[in-house]
Every structure is written in structure tokens, then in C-alpha cells.
């Protein structure tokens, strides 16, 4: 098994571009969240999946956008990318609740923009 | 406002020496508590969790943390350190009215000398 996997690794973009960043598991596992890494703060959680057609916000939703068509994968979305999302980006899965089940994180994606 | 604290940026420790990372929270209930480690330019790895019962759970790598809930903290432990857990770890919680939201600390990054 791969495990959680993020794409792409490093990405810069200018003020006010939009891009996806994209992640993918192949374990089947129902739960899916994104969390950015800012130093000194620990990780955020930015949106979550229960499940393929359900998600809803984290702490930190505004500026960011995710569907969740298939169990696979779960893209996040920046619309209108702002310097203060620059940031590493982390993406994981668990097995159902993550009060139950261990999260599994993929190794992370680091946006620079500028 | 949910919360978690991890008071030391940094701890130094001796190989061979029991270290402590300290972590309390500020959660409404009785929350599920968690420690990740997170190895340079990597993912998060989960450690341990406490749900309910005994108050000192162990888990992955000899390291164990004991909740003590008057004081509502969930410290991280290991009896000798090995130079091998030099890492950023992180305390998570997880509040009973949302169990698919989580909340991280800034993280400790722990330095073991040989």
C-alpha cells in the first residue's frame, strides 16, 4: 500500500492564482481531512470528509474549497491563493472516527505564495 | 474555545534519561487526548491515545502518557531516551461533542543528546 499520498511535494504561486492540491489513499478509509502547518501553531484542520458526497469545515476553512467524489481522493481547492496561505499543507485518513482510529498523514505539500 | 497547550518549545534530554513532553487542554467534557511525532520533512505518526479507563496508556516506541484529569493535562513519557526520538511531537484532542474534529498543539521539539 502507498498509504496517503500528496501531489505536488513544493508550489509557488503568485498572489490571487488558483490550484489543487490533490491526495489520495488506497487503505479504503472513510474519514479524509486537510490541516496547514504554520510555525508555532501546530496543525489546523481546514476541512473534513466522512465519507464519498459529505464534508464539512475545520477551523480554518475560509479560502479553501474540497469535494470528495470517490473514497480515494479528496483535492483541496485554492481559489484565490493569499500570502497568508503560504504554508505546509498535510492531508490524511483514518479508518472512521478519529477519536477511534489512528490518522494516517501523507508527507505533506509546502505552497510558498508570493 | 477548545485548546491545547504545550508549553515547551523545546526539551533537551541526555540518552539514557526519562523525558516528559507536558501537555494540557482546555476542552469542554472529557476529551479524547492523542500524541503524534512528526520526523523531519515527514507526516505526522500517531503514538498513543487515552479514550477512557486507565489513566496511563502506552503505545508506539516505549513511550506512555498519563492523564490526570483535575489538572488537564495529558503528559508524554518514555523511561530512557534514545537518541532516535529526537522529533516535534504533538498533543491532539479531540472534544466528545465533535469526534471528527481535532484540535493540535504548536508542538515540542524534543533534542536527545547521546
Known amino acids: 500500500n502507498a498509504g496517503v499520498t500528496q501531489t505536488p511535494k513544493f508550489q509557488v504561486l503568485k498572489t490571487g492564482q488558483s490550484m489543487t492540491l490533490q491526495c489520495a489513499q488506497d487503505m479504503n478509509h472513510e474519514y479524509m481531512s486537510w490541516y496547514r502547518q504554520d510555525p508555532g501553531m501546530g496543525l489546523r484542520l481546514i476541512h473534513y470528509s466522512v465519507g464519498a458526497g459529505i464534508t464539512d469545515q475545520g477551523e480554518v476553512p475560509n479560502g479553501y474549497n474540497v469535494s470528495r467524489s470517490t473514497t480515494e481522493d479528496f483535492p483541496l481547492r485554492l481559489l484565490s491563493a493569499a500570502p497568508s496561505q503560504t504554508s505546509v499543507y498535510f492531508c490524511?485518513?483514518?479508518?472512521?472516527?478519529?477519536?477511534?482510529?489512528?490518522?494516517?498523514f501523507g508527507p505533506g505539500t509546502r505552497l510558498t505564495v508570493t | 474555545a477548545q485548546s491545547v497547550a504545550q508549553p515547551e518549545d523545546q526539551v533537551n534530554v541526555a540518552e539514557g534519561n526519562p523525558l516528559t513532553v507536558k501537555c494540557t487542554y482546555s476542552?469542554?467534557?472529557?476529551?479524547?487526548l492523542f500524541w503524534y511525532v512528526q520526523y523531519p520533512n515527514r507526516g505526522l505518526q500517531f503514538l498513543l491515545k487515552y479514550i477512557t479507563g486507565d489513566n496511563l496508556v502506552k503505545g508506539s516506541y516505549g513511550f506512555e502518557a498519563e492523564f490526570n484529569k483535575s489538572q488537564t493535562s495529558f503528559h508524554l513519557k518514555k523511561p530512557s531516551a534514545l537518541v532516535s526520538d529526537s522529533a516535534l511531537y504533538f498533543c491532539a484532542v479531540s472534544p466528545l461533542y465533535n469526534f471528527n474534529k481535532f484540535y493540535f498543539g504548536s508542538g515540542t521539539k524534543l533534542n536527545v543528546k547521546p
Open positions: 476542552v469542554s467534557g472529557n476529551p479524547y
Open positions: 490524511a485518513s483514518s479508518r472512521g472516527e478519529i477519536s477511534s482510529y489512528e490518522q494516517y
